[in-house]
């Protein structure tokens, strides 16, 4: 039934040009995954990756810190990034923090790699200064 919920939108979008027995047949072969994909792909025009919708249970003494991370974390990254994107990186940099003991400099090297190039113009400039600064 989910699958012709899919369908239904691009029935309404497509009107008189909307194939059915294409999609019909679609939906027959395909999971409803890849189904879901496959519409959602034809709607916004762009690949889509597989999702999960995580639950977990949160005190509300810890959400005024997990709101903060992960508003911080949009502003670096950009507001365009998803709350999913965001928690990402906010795990991603606590991996590599955790990696440091385990002696594998890769693994931080590449989590600073990362966060830097979604440093705007200038904050660039001022980490490079402190790079250059304590390496000399």
């Known amino acids: ?3 012709k919920c899919g369908a239904g939108q691009l029935a309404r979008r497509d009107r008189q040009h909307f194939e059915s027995a294409i999609w019909l047949h679609k939906a027959r072969e395909m999971t409803t995954e890849q189904f879901q994909q496959e519409v959602e792909k034809e709607l916004s025009g ?4 597989p999702w999960e919708i995580v639950y977990f249970k949160v005190y509300k003494s810890q959400m005024p810190v997990v709101e903060q991370a992960i508003e911080t974390a949009a502003l670096m990254l950009g507001s365009d990034k998803s ?4 928690l990402e ?8 923090g955790a990696n440091l003991e385990s002696a594998d400099p890769n693994v931080l ?3 600073a790699l990362r966060f ?3 440093l705007p ?6 980490f490079l200064h402190h ?3 304590k390496a000399s």
């Open 1 to 3: 039934m989910e699958q």
């Open 121 to 126: 113009g200038e904050e660039r400039e001022t």
């Open 109 to 111: 090297l590449q989590s």
């Open 116 to 118: 830097f190039k979604f």
């Open 83 to 86: 709350r999913g994107y965001c």
């Open 46 to 49: 762009r690949e889509t990756e």
């Open 131 to 133: 790079v250059i600064e």
């Open 89 to 96: 990186m906010i795990c991603a940099d606590f991996l590599a």
